[in-house]
């Protein structure tokens, strides 16, 4: 008899259990929403995406949750919608129980924005992956000529990390031109017409740096307008070419002959050392047309033996 009425309350409490169960899950949540809160997780620097266009999209979308019972609005669904614009990479959507929907906004970033030659332009981001062109308020460098797609990947992408990853080039380059060759030519904010050089993305690191040397040692002692282009396609080497157009002649250097070696073809007036930044061959070279100049002066002194 105990045992019979054990089950009969064992019984009695489950059926309780899974109806209170039941009631307590069924019953909906009467908390409207009464708000959205965008917040971009990348605030370090500006995308494209801003927060009412972000409002905006889910009203086009017809996901705006304003005015909807909590337990309607689909997290999911709007996080599947954002996402899918290309300006966007990442959404969390959670919801506060104060009725406000939370939305953290991961944003594509454009590195460099990329103008082919013939072709409508547009930007990539750290990923590489393009993005559509529309007015954007922060610099960027520009890449433009024969550019394709293959190029971007395997040469303008690793260039724009670079840039992106050292502020003083970042600040300095205004605009990579792709050569048909398909080597680069650079181009900044403070050298005006100079030109340089640059080839491959080979070595980047390795040729920046020995850019940054001429800059820091030569330049200063010589001023901008002494070169108009500089190169450093060949390992190892900065070749400098002055602009006729600003030599005085209390400045000009011979011209050098040209080296045996690949360089020919880059070598002018005025190669730098990369080791030490100055001019290296020129200054020594200049001294050794003079002397022919003190040795006309001998044949005068017959003439005075005659008198």
Not at 22 to 32: L, N, S, Y
Request: proline share 7%.
């Amino acid at each position: 008899m105990k045992t019979l009425f054990k089950l009969l309350l064992i019984v009695v409490l489950a059926g309780y259990l899974i109806y209170a169960f039941i009631r307590t899950t069924g019953k909906e949540d009467p908390t409207v929403c009464t708000g959205v809160q965008v917040t971009f997780t990348d605030t370090l620097h500006s995308g494209f995406i801003t927060v009412d266009e972000v409002c905006r999209l889910l009203k086009t979308a017809q996901l705006d949750p304003v005015g909807l019972l909590m337990d309607s609005v689909d997290g999911q669904k709007i996080i599947k919608t954002l996402e899918a614009n290309s300006f966007i990479k990442s959404v969390e959507c959670y919801k506060s129980p104060n009725g406000i929907v939370n939305l953290n906004v991961t944003q594509r970033l454009p590195i460099l924005r990329v103008m082919p030659e013939g072709r409508d332009a547009y930007y990539i981001d750290e990923d590489g992956l393009k993005m559509v062109e529309r007015q954007y308020n922060a610099n960027l460098v520009v890449a433009s000529g024969h550019i394709d797609t293959a190029f971007v990947r395997q040469h303008l992408l690793e260039m724009a990390k670079y840039l992106r990853a050292n502020p003083f080039w970042d600040d300095l380059v205004t605009q990579i031109y792709v050569r048909p060759d398909r080597k680069m030519d650079l181009y900044t904010r403070v050298a005006g017409d100079m030109v340089i050089h640059f080839g491959t993305s080979d070595s980047i690191a390795s040729k920046f740096e020995h850019l940054r040397a001429f800059y820091e040692k030569v330049i200063p002692n010589v001023g901008w307008s002494t070169y108009k282009s500089v190169s450093v396609e060949f390992y190892n080497q900065v070749v400098a070419e002055r602009d006729p157009r600003f030599v005085t002649p209390e400045k000009k250097l011979p011209v050098l002959a040209p080296p045996a070696d690949s360089t020919a073809q880059h070598t002018a007036t005025g190669t730098a050392n990369p080791a030490t930044g100055t001019p290296a061959a020129p200054a020594k070279t200049a001294a050794t047309p003079a002397a022919p100049a003190k040795a006309a002066a001998k044949p005068a002194a017959p003439a005075a033996a005659g008198n």
